[in-house]
């Protein structure tokens, strides 16, 4: 019984690491489309389209690796690192969206 449970909990990180691996090609695909839509056409409506699919994949990956080690994450510090990107995304936009 102990190794059927030891068992089902690599299987069960496996999967996490692979789910999780999955999620970062779409993640830098979604970060480039932020820095295209940004710098490239000036289009706000894409760059906050593109940087909440972005977030969602974020917050993804962290349900995954959560998910993986059958553990809460409860890290205050997950939600601080999201802080400084919106505040850099918020100045980049601000231009567009008050002129």
């Not at 990180?13 to 692979?18: D, E, K, N, R």
């Not at 760059?47 to 909440?52: F, L, M, Q, T």
């Not at 993986?68 to 969206?97: D, I, K, N």
């Amino acid at each position: 019984m102990a190794d059927e449970t030891e068992l089902r909990s690599r299987t069960r990180a496996l999967t996490g690491v692979v789910g999780a691996t999955a999620l970062v090609y779409p993640l830098l695909v979604c970060a480039v489309q932020v820095a295209l839509a940004q710098f490239l056409t000036d289009d706000p409506g894409a760059a906050v389209g593109w940087g909440v699919a972005g977030t969602a994949l974020c917050v993804a990956v962290v349900a995954v690796i959560r998910w993986s080690t059958g553990r809460r994450v409860r890290s205050p510090w997950l939600l601080a690192g999201l802080v400084p990107p919106v505040l850099f995304e918020a100045w980049l936009l601000w231009p567009l969206l008050t002129g």
